[in-house]
């Protein structure tokens, strides 16, 4: 994970190094650092904790330069100490920041050793800013050791580099990780993501992979992986600063989970756009879609509770077969391919490491064409799938996944209900109805949001809880392994979730007066066969919570609590319910004290193994 910032201006640069980590936090936030050209000296600020803790150290020491780079660390070589912070520096002359994993870095460091380098760190970063060295004091130019040096790189890096005696060059390059440049007016910037950097500029090129740039306050040149000089469009970034600002909000998840209503409603006027039609999912997509037999999902985390909730929908409404796998095990083992199966991958980030191996990974047993759902333009996943729904969510800031979430399963839906009317399973009446369900859709999640209050006083009686589980049944069973995921990502409460069937088949041994069970309810088919194994749970003394809506005829009585949504919204009632158990975690996290946006040990953006 990690990000990197750099800047190179006529003006001081901390500034904008650390407004640009403070943004880059979400990618990971054990330590932080920073390194400047100043004067005839690389000068470096680092300190383990958040960003904050290493800008105060940076005003006390009035850090200062024209020149400098920048990180924030998700450790993985080495653990969260201030030596194994970035920057990293090589004999005082060359500063290297890194986001990726140097696969090769055992290797390196040994051959380094004999060439008389001392390591101080546990990182693979380090022989970055060795080997950088190694190649300029021979006689490289900066460029040129950056270059020589990435080359005999394996693994994923993004990286900026700066040399003490070069005031007027930033160097980076960058290989499996996400990178850019910003343009600026007499000054450039290199980011992992746009966020970080939007204060000072919105023009941007995307770096390539095997990219080599170098940066100077008036222009930039970049090289491709075969060391050609390379012209990168220009891309002009709608990021709002708004979007990345708490504005009247706590926390971030708190502001995305509000931010809901609109983030569905922008992502269903792309639906409405282009109606269920091949369109909207790409201009290859007419070509495509007819051929396909099967959809194969991949995807992890959230993003795979997603790929569950469409399998629902495919196969019920498109009856077209469909699997789903967690991207980091599919990529490992020998799977078996039918060329004409749609790989679809979702994620929010579109640079989820296993997510894109595992589409590489099915690309290479001969899947032919892809699909990305994904909320980040220009990202790496959706760059390498031919066809691609693109969320409307807007910046997702908040490690915990909400507005990504919903937004995804309209995604899932409009493809669903696309592969059903054009195998002729959906009518033209159906699909009216289908639309007019996505259109009122933002509304009833309103409806949601507006129970707040009713949530936030049952988070008291969790926040006690060592231990949660989490019941639903069909189309909302993936909403109940949502909701135990929040609930642990960001309270640490220990929580499973269980289609409601399974629970006699060994949970059940665990309910007891001490384990709250909650159960989504909504009044679907399911609903009599949830009721009973309700019954299971108060029979064994268990607490039930139960989020059910108006039409599921649901009473409160004694160790029953019950919260209701106002009607039952059909299929697209997971979108629905993922509304509570979000609010749900995120209320239990306030009362225990967490910090809700940036949980321990995660990150937003998992781009290692
Ligand atoms: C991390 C995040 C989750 C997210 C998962 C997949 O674990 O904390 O919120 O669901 O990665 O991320 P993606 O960007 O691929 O959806």
């Not at 998840?253 to 369109?279: C, R, W």
């Not at 640079?351 to 099915?362: N, R, V």
């Not at 800031?397 to 669903?416: D, E, N, P, Y």
């Not at 268990?542 to 019950?562: I, M, Q, T, W």
């Amino acid at each position: 994970m990690c990000g990197i910032v750099g800047a190179i201006a006529a003006r001081n640069v901390v500034p904008v190094l650390v407004d640009g980590l403070k943004r880059l936090e979400y990618r990971g936030y054990d330590s932080a650092g920073v390194a400047v050209l100043a004067g005839d000296a690389i000068r470096r600020v680092r300190r383990v904790g958040r960003v904050a803790e290493m800008e105060n150290a940076a005003a006390e020491e009035s850090l200062q330069g024209q020149v400098g780079i920048g990180h924030t660390r998700w450790a993985t070589h080495g653990g969260v100490t201030e030596p194994n912070a970035h920057p990293h520096v090589s004999f005082g002359k060359i500063a290297v920041v890194h986001n990726g994993i140097i696969e090769n870095h055992e290797e390196q460091r040994e051959r380094l050793k004999g060439l008389g380098y001392a390591f101080e760190s546990q990182t693979d970063t380090e022989v970055i800013a060795h080997l950088v060295h190694h190649y300029y004091q021979a006689g490289d130019s900066l460029f040129d050791a950056v270059k020589r040096a990435s080359r005999e790189l394996t693994g994923a890096y993004a990286i900026g580099v700066i040399a003490v005696d070069r005031p007027d060059e930033l160097v980076c390059a960058r290989m499996g990780c996400p990178l850019l440049v910003g343009l600026g007016d007499g000054e450039n910037f290199i980011a992992s993501d746009v966020s970080a950097i939007v204060s000072a500029t919105r023009r941007v090129i995307f770096l390539e992979e095997g990219d080599i740039g170098r940066l100077t306050r008036d222009g930039v040149e970049l090289l491709d992986k075969d060391d050609q000089p390379a012209q990168r469009p220009v891309h002009v970034s709608d990021v709002s600063l708004a979007s990345l600002e708490l504005g009247p909000y706590s926390h971030f998840m708190q502001k995305e989970i509000h931010e809901q209503p609109k983030a569905l409603s922008d992502t269903i006027d792309a639906v409405q756009d282009y109606g269920f039609n091949p369109e909207l999912f790409g201009e290859r997509a007419g070509e495509v879609l007819p051929k396909l037999e099967g959809v194969k999902i991949l995807a992890c985390g959230t993003s795979y509770y997603a790929g569950l909730t469409a399998k629902y929908w495919i196969e019920t409404i498109a009856g077209v077969q469909c699997d789903v796998e967690i991207a980091s095990e599919y990529r490992y083992r020998s799977a078996w391919a039918n060329p004409n199966y749609l790989v679809t991958t979702i994620s929010q980030s579109g640079e989820t490491l296993d997510t894109m191996e595992a589409l590489k990974y099915a690309k290479e047993l001969g899947h032919r064409y892809a699909l990305s759902i994904c909320n980040v333009r220009e990202s790496a996943i959706p760059r390498a799938s031919e066809l691609v729904f693109f969320t409307r969510a807007g910046a997702e800031i908040g490690v915990a996944s909400t507005k990504a979430f919903t937004t995804q399963l309209v995604g899932l839906f409009a493809l669903a209900v696309t592969l059903g009317k054009m195998r002729g399973k959906v009518s033209a009446a159906d699909e009216a109805r289908y639309l007019d369900e996505l259109r009122h859709l933002p509304g009833s999640v309103q409806h949601a949001l507006n129970l707040e209050p009713q949530i936030k006083a049952w988070a008291d009686k969790f926040a006690a809880k060592d231990n949660a589980l989490f019941l639903g049944r069909g189309l909302h069973f993936p909403i109940a392994l949502e909701g135990a995921l929040k609930l642990k990502e960001i309270s640490y409460i220990h929580a499973e979730a269980y289609p409601a069937g399974e629970l006699k088949h060994g949970p059940l041994a665990l309910v007891d007066e001490d384990m709250p069970v909650v159960v989504i309810a909504p009044n679907d088919t399911l609903l009599e066969k949830v009721k009973s194994n309700m019954q299971e749970v108060r029979a064994r003394g268990g607490e039930l919570f139960v989020f059910a809506d108006l039409d599921s005829h649901f009473s409160e009585s004694d160790g029953v609590h019950v919260i209701r949504t106002p009607r039952h919204v059909g299929v697209l009632s997971p979108v629905v319910h993922a509304i509570p158990v979000q609010m749900l975690a995120y209320h239990v996290a306030l009362a225990r004290g967490t910090d809700v946006d940036k949980p321990r040990n995660l990150a937003k953006s998992v781009t290692v193994e």
